[in-house]
Each structure stands twice: as C-alpha cells, then as structure tokens.
C-alpha cells in the first residue's frame, strides 16, 4: 500500500507539473489575462508544498541530515504561502472585474500582474525566514535519533502566524465576495 502511495503521489505531481507547463505555454488568449498568472504561481506553491510534505511523511531522518528536514518543511511552508497569497491576488482581481461596469479584463496591467507576482514571493521567502533559526526535536528509534519536528519554542510562533494567514485570505475572501453581489 505504501509503494501505491508513493507512486500515486509522483504520478499526481507530475500530472499537474505537465498541466501547469501547458498552460503556460499555450496560445489562447484567456491564458494570458492579467488573473491568470496567479493560477500558475498558486500550482506552483501546491505542487512545492505537496513536495515539502512528502519528505516528511516518507522519509525517517536522521540527524545528520536534519537539514533535510528543515528543506522540507521551508518548501511546504514557502508553498503554502505562495499558494495563498496567489489565491488573495486572484480573489482581488475578479473583484476589480466584476465592480469594473464592463467586465474588462485587463484592468492590470502587466506591470502590476508582474510586481504582486514578485511580492507574493519576497512575502512568501520572508515567512520562512524564521526556520532557519529552529531547532529539532528528536526520538531514539533502535538507537538511532530521528528528527520528528522542530523544538516547542520554533513552533509556539510559527503555528499562529500560519493561521493567521490564512484567517486574514478567508476573510478577505468572504469580504470581497459579498462587495462583489452588489
């Protein structure tokens, strides 16, 4: 069952990386809206989490490579971010769309598409700033440590910001979904 997982989780990821590439690459002009970039950062940061968390759930580290650990955990934290936060930009784009009269699409411009692109990213690194100053927790499994998580004092501060995050993405969701009935 487990070998079934792990290729069931492979042959997903590369699913959607060749689903992502695709659409990146094609011609049709609704790809390229302003919106629709965040669509691929959004599969971006998925697929980045789903990598991040895998290592964890897969693999017994041990010590020595404890850093392994942290790489996986900052790549599903970075994911999740940019995953977000590309769905906020997409979120406040519909709205402008649909508060605009006409419905026109491209009330961003490639500039404006290109700098939220750029601080969605720079927010998303910067919040995983702080696990490079964690600590590991660690068990004895036939005597040999394993890493299970980072120490109490990394994960007191780094749990609340995570949610509220997401708190403030779900929030504005509701907001702006309901300005937008208008």
């Known amino acids: 069952m487990e070998q079934f997982l ?3 989780d492979g042959i997903v990821l590369f699913a ?12 049709d002009p609704f790809f390229h809206i302003p919106c629709f970039p965040f669509f691929i950062v ?5 697929i980045l989490s ?12 041990t ?20 995953a977000t936060l590309g769905k906020f930009c997409i979120v406040v784009n519909r709205f402008v ?15 404006v598409t290109v700098s939220l692109m750029t601080l969605i990213i720079i927010l998303a ?15 004895v499994v036939n005597n040999v440590l394993l890493v299970t998580f980072f120490d109490e004092r990394c994960m007191v501060t780094e749990k609340p910001l995570t949610s509220t995050i997401y708190f403030m993405y779900a929030i504005a969701n509701v907001v702006l979904t309901a300005l937008s009935l208008k």
Do not use: D, M
């Not at 959004?42 to 998925?46: L, P």
């Not at 010590?63 to 940019?82: D, R």
């Open 125 to 139: 690194t910067i919040r995983c700033v702080p696990y490079a100053f964690c600590s590991y927790a660690f068990i």
């Open 42 to 46: 959004t599969g971006v940061g998925g």
């Open 16 to 27: 959607e990386s060749y689903l992502l590439v695709r659409l990146t690459l094609a011609r």
């Open 63 to 82: 010590e020595e490579f404890a850093w392994v650990f942290k790489l996986g955990y900052v790549l599903n934290s970075f994911g999740i971010t940019l």
């Open 6 to 8: 792990i290729s069931l």
């Open 97 to 111: 769309v649909l508060r605009n009269g006409r419905l026109q699409e491209n009330l961003w411009t490639r500039r």
């Open 50 to 61: 789903v990598v991040g968390y895998q290592i964890h759930l897969r693999f017994k580290i």
